[in-house]
Every structure is written in structure tokens, then in C-alpha cells.
């Protein structure tokens, strides 16, 4: 279990996260939603151990989390895959440093491979590869060290919209397979409804929670399935009125939304700036 206790955060006076608490069971796949600027990315490094809380604390099974750990991996939007390794040896480059049976970690290797669909690629370079498969062997490179939670910032978000629905049923599929807790940021409502079981969605200035919503929909989801689309529209009408009051803050005057302007991948209709 996670815990999320009390955390504020401020960078040079701001105060960017405000009383954040929230606990998270085992196996869940919990996305974090909310205007642009709102905390996420601080929210999942503060998790992930990669940034420091101002106060507050988060721990993991009663652990405090003080710095990263193989328990707690993240994926972030760019692979950042070592060029001069193929997909194999990227994969087993963290591998080695906690396991070294060779045999064991070939084993764990073609695992993860025919998991993430990269099997008859494992010797490609990342420049001989697309923008989805370096993300595939991204994921694959957290997987193969099983830790228990995974951490995605926005690991989709530069992918085009068809590899995206692709990566989107290998995602679900390996949670369904491993049940591991994942915490996943995003900007597409659709995306977040599609894959998680519980959607928190934040506000801003500060970044703050503003509702924490239960998906009770079976796997696989079908994106098609007019459940999702109910509660996507649900979320939605939440998030809108948060976006609505930066875009104010921001544009003054200038900004008046017309109804239904927003995208469901709302950082795309509002250039990403919002
Ligand atoms: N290292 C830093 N120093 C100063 N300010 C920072 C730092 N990191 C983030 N911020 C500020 O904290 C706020 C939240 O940033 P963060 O990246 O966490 O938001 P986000 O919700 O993930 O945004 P987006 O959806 O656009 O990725 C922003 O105002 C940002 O400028």
C-alpha cells in the first residue's frame, strides 16, 4: 500500500502542491489527471523519490520513501534508451546490476520481450526503431525488473494516435497479467478511463485534488464501450471547469470558451500551454 500523506511542495516561494493525501492499494491502476502546470509530474517524481516533498511524507508499505528504489520504476515520455545498445542489451542493462544468473536473466529477457511484441527486434538499435517500440522497450526495461509499482509520466503522449491505442492493449494486457499498482499521468481523458480502475484529478494553483473517481468497468476495455465514454464525459465536465479557471487566470479577458472547445486530450486544443 501506498500512502500519500499531508505533501505540500513549493519551488522559490510558489506553492505548487497543496495537502495532497491519498492512499493507494496494491494492484491498483490509479491515473493522475489535471490542467497543465498542476503538480502531476512533481507529484509522481515526490513518489517515485526523485524529487523531495517541502513536508508531508510517502510511504510504501509503512517504508518511508527517502530516495529511488528497483521497487519503484518510472517510465517517462521520452524512452531515453542508450543508443549504442539494441533493444536487448537495454533491457538487461538495469537487469544485471540486481541479477547475475545469466541464465535467469535471458530467461526474464525473452519474457518481457514477446510480452511487449519486441522478440524479433531484440538485436535493433534505437535509431532503427519508431517512436512506439522505443517506448515499448522502454516499458519492458522497467518490467524486466519487477518492481511492484510502476511510475508513467506521460508515457504516450508523443505517440501518434493509432500506436497509442496499440500501446493502450499491451499496457492493460501486461496489468491484467501482473496486477502491479500503476501510477500513470496523463492528459487524455480517454486514455485514463481506458486503462485505470481509479482516476484522481487535480487541480491547480495550487495542485490540489478535486475528486477521486472509481472506473467499475471490466477488462479488457473496448474503447468503443459506451460505459467509458459516460465516465469519461463525467470527468470531463470536472476537469473543464479547473481549465477553464487557469485559461481566466491567464487570458483575462481574451479567453471566453465556447461549449464543447475542449478536446478530451485537452492539452492538445489548448496547445499544451495551459
Ligand atoms: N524544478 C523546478 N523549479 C521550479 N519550478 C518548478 C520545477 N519543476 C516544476 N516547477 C513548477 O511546478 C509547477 C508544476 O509543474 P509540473 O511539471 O509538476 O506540472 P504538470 O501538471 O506535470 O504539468 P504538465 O501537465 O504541463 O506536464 C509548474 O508551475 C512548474 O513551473
Redesign the pocket.
Known sequence: MIKIKNIHKT??D?E?LKNINFDVEEGTFLSLI??????????I?IIAGLEKATSGQVTVDDAEVKGTHTDRIMVFQNAALFPWLNVYDNITFGLKNICKNPDEIREKTEDILRKVHLSKFKNYYPYQLSGGMKQRVSIARSLVMNPRILLMD?PFSALDEQTRMLLHDELQQIWMETKKTIIF?T?NIREAVKLSNRVII?GTRP?RIVDDIKIELSYPRQVADPNLTYMEEKIYKILKVEIEKVAREELGDEYSIKENSLSRDY?NTMG?GI
Not at 34 to 39: D, T, Y
Open positions: 519551488f522559490d510558489m505548487i489535471g490542467p497543465s502546470g498542476c503538480g502531476k509530474s512533481t507529484l517524481n506521460e499521468v492528459h487535480m495542485g492539452n499544451g
